[in-house]
T-cell receptor, first 110, second 113 residues
Framework: GENVEQHPSTLSVQEGDSAVIKCTYS??????FPWYKQELGKRPQLIID?????GEKKDQRIAVTLNKTAKHFSLHITETQPEDSAVYFC?????????FGTGTSLTVIP | NAGVMQNPRHLVRRRGQEARLRCSPM?????VYWYRQLPEEGLKFMVY????????ESGMPKERFSAEFPKEGPSILRIQQVVRGDSAAYFC???????????FGAGTRLSVL
């Protein structure tokens, strides 16, 4: 199976609502989980990350939670704004590589 | 404090030609990763290099693709005898060490005619 699975592949929310994107990983030794935001035609940019010694991390409207037992982590965006519309990728390390999820295309409807 | 620099931003090649993509990591970073992204798809790992060494090339096609990161100068991803299926965005990322944050360049968009 895939090293990192990401759901949903597309997500539409009304402006002001919350958005949640989930990823699962397979390597129990993974210890660092970044989230990237990629706007159309641009580079992926790191928006938040979490290490395995914490369960949650927040940065203004963005938060990431980690459940090591279940091997999944989630991105939470609250009070969504149109500029949050983008593709979001999760990633998890396995060996020498970072495996990226297949991406979630988030659309925030004004 | 320049970020990861990739050039060219756009590259057009005819089938059978060679493509050379360059990546200069962030200052202080000695680890470089190359990824390929097809339209509306995710990032596929290709190769991980440190200065003068290929650490992991398990994502690289066995033929026509090669990568290097010399002691001096940028990392180079080389695609020989390009085919239409090579058309994609190629992103480079760099990090301070293997377990640290990867920062991405703006990418090179390769179009094979």
């Amino acid at each position: 199976g895939e090293n990192v699975e990401q759901h949903p592949s597309t997500l539409s929310v009304q402006e002001g609502d919350s958005a949640v994107i989930k990823c699962t990983y397979s390597d129990s030794a993974s210890n660092y989980f970044p989230w990237y935001k990629q706007e159309l035609g641009k580079r992926p940019q790191l928006i938040i990350d979490i290490r395995s010694n914490v369960g949650e991390k927040k940065d203004q409207r963005i938060a990431v939670t980690l459940n090591k037992t279940a091997k999944h982590f989630s991105l939470h965006i609250t009070e969504t704004q149109p500029e949050d519309s983008a593709v979001y990728f999760c990633a998890a390390p396995t060996g020498n590589q970072f495996y990226f999820g297949t991406g979630t295309s988030l659309t925030v409807i004004p | 404090n320049a970020g990861v620099m990739q050039n060219p931003r756009h590259l057009v090649r005819r089938r059978g030609q060679e493509a050379r993509l360059r990546c200069s990591p962030m200052k202080g970073h000695s680890h470089v990763y190359w990824y390929r992204q097809l339209p509306e798809e995710g990032l596929k790992f290709m190769v991980y290099l440190q200065k003068e060494n290929i650490i992991d090339e398990s994502g690289m096609p066995k033929e026509r693709f090669s990568a290097e990161f010399p002691k001096e100068g940028p990392s180079i991803l080389r695609i020989q005898q390009v085919v239409r299926g090579d058309s994609a965005a190629y992103f480079c990322a760099s990090s301070r060490d293997r377990k640290n944050i990867q920062y991405f360049g703006a990418g090179t968009r390769l179009s094979v005619l």
